[in-house]
């Protein structure tokens, strides 16, 4: 009993970047190789991202590859790690159809994320039943796998919440069936939501803000050197400011003592070096070429692994159509378990029948 249990996914709808790699694929990875976990289920969440990309199937059909070859080129893998598309576990739909009874139209309307994600599109009066429901069916996700564990960014803590919830509700009316998962956030603070390269909060697509996994070494290059710094920094000389600073955070994100041998060895922290910048004399550009050096170095090896399985996209996709089978037999054996829990099984159920029988025996 107790296994530990990982499942987490992302919604293919573009490639993943620096914000997805610092916020939860670098800790996947790291948890993969230390190997605590008896289990890890990662999930191309295409179902979900069907949920407000109804009109754009070809969209959501076309990122499952780009999100599966940015999985592997960060070093998941799938010998360690089971990879799999939602929408081929039929189970999931059957448990999301059952919990929907747990779980009333007030309380999902309080969900905060399902609250701005329907501001940032436009949903307000037409928000389609599917987008609304999606908590439902992510609580569908964790429990379908037993997942002890769920590294996400912070956006998706309301989502554990109500995941937890329905765990909850669940066990106390039908008995102990679900296990309740726990959220596991960066621990590195500029690591729960890394900033665009405009300073922006969200790094996102639409936003056309983000320096993305495969980017090549000029690209990652331009985007930094142009990145959002303090604005009140003119000259060199002037005193600068870190807080909301871009490059400061992603130094917070993606610095480390070594670096600054290696790359900028004038200083030997980023104490240091954000004590010089505050109290001026130090130039972006010099801040921005020690960030560069870091992230190429950082990106370099994902880039390259990417590359090799590019060159062989018939084996990813074998490695998803395995991964999924496997999926699939761990999310069944939990359907029994609920439709058991819920006493739904009736033709397994001997004592329902003979029971049936005696009320029309004398
Ligand atoms: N909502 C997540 C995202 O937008 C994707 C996701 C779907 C997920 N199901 C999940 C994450 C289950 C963790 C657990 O990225």
């Not at 490639?15 to 939860?24: A, T």
């Not at 070809?58 to 070093?75: H, T």
Request: proline share 5%; charged share 30%.
């Amino acid at each position: 009993m107790s296994e530990k249990i990982i499942l987490t996914g992302d919604r293919p709808t573009g490639r993943l970047h620096i914000g997805h790699y610092v916020g939860s694929l670098k800790r996947r990875v790291e948890l993969q190789n230390a190997g605590e976990f008896d289990k890890i289920f990662i999930m191309i969440a295409d179902a979900q991202a069907l949920t407000d990309n109804a009109d754009n199937p070809e969209k959501v059909r076309q990122n499952i590859i780009e999100v599966a070859l940015d999985y592997l080129a960060v070093g998941l893998d799938p010998e360690k790690s089971t990879i799999f598309i939602q929408s081929q576990i039929p189970e999931l739909c059957e448990l999301s159809f059952y919990y929907m009874n747990l779980v009333t139209v007030a309380r999902l309307q309080r969900n905060p994320t399902v609250k701005s994600e329907i501001q940032a599109r436009n949903f307000e009066a037409s928000i389609p039943v599917g987008f609304f429901t999606y908590p439902i069916s992510q609580a569908a996700d964790i429990t379908a796998f037993k997942a002890t564990t769920v590294p996400v960014g912070e956006d998706q803590e309301p989502m554990l919440e109500q995941a937890k919830e329905i765990v909850r509700k669940f066990n106390s009316i039908y008995g102990e069936a679900l296990v309740e998962p726990k959220i596991l956030l960066p621990e590195n603070k500029a690591c729960l939501r890394l900033p665009g390269i405009d300073g922006n909060a969200k790094m996102s697509k639409s936003l056309d803000n983000c320096i993305y996994l495969a980017e090549e070494p000029e690209e990652i290059q331009k985007k930094i050197m142009s990145m959002y710094t303090d604005p009140n920094h003119i000259r060199v000389q002037d005193p600068g400011t870190i807080e909301g600073n871009t490059v400061f955070t992603y130094l917070d994100a993606f610095g480390r003592t070594d670096h600054f041998e290696r790359f900028l060895p004038d200083y030997s922290s980023l104490e240091e070096l954000k004590e010089h910048y505050k109290r001026g004399g130090l130039g972006d550009v010099k801040v921005k070429k020690f960030l560069n050096k870091i992230m190429q170095e950082e990106l370099e090896p994902i880039r390259n692994r990417r590359k090799e399985y590019q060159k062989n996209i018939s084996y990813v996709y074998e490695i998803l159509k395995k991964g999924s089978e496997a999926a699939e037999k761990v999310a069944a054996q939990t359907l029994a378990d609920v439709k058991s829990a819920m006493r739904i099984n009736y033709f397994e159920d001997e004592s329902l029948i003979a029971g049936q029988q005696e009320k029309y025996c004398e």
